[in-house]
């Protein structure tokens, strides 16, 4: 059974870093590609960066390159986002997914996490 579960969330203040996680079981990270998505109040899910699993090469959205970092552990099946630098336009709750593709569309992701709540206070 696949399942992803996100955790690190938390309220930070603005310029603040938290490392989110995203654990994954019933599928191989070798065979998959792991997304970010955050969705905000009234807003449509959008991409925050994404990672290939087998090699490392990540793919970032333009309002978090430069302030983010995307990585795995294929050890311990966890993908993380490093978020620095955090803005109060970054509240939102995070979800992770298994894709095929590093582009950061939602269609094309199977599996969803639960998400975790990120929010910035100004």
């Known amino acids: 059974q696949v399942q992803l579960a996100e955790s690190g969330g938390g309220l930070v203040q603005s310029g603040g870093s938290l490392r989110l996680s995203c654990v994954v079981s019933?599928?191989?990270?070798?065979?998959?590609?792991t997304g970010w998505f955050r969705q905000a109040p009234g807003k449509e899910r959008e991409g925050v960066a994404s990672i290939v699993n087998s090699h490392g090469g990540g793919y970032y959205a333009s309002f978090v390159e430069g302030r983010s970092i995307i990585s795995r552990d294929k050890a311990k099946k966890t993908v993380y986002l490093e978020m620095n630098n955090l803005r109060p336009e970054d509240t939102a709750i995070y979800y992770c997914?298994?894709?095929?593709?590093?582009?950061?569309?939602?269609?094309?992701?199977?599996?969803w996490g639960q998400g975790t709540q990120v929010t910035v206070s100004s």
């Open positions: 019933g599928f191989s990270l070798d065979e998959a590609v």
């Open positions: 997914a298994r894709g095929r593709l590093l582009v950061l569309d939602p269609e094309d992701f199977d599996y």
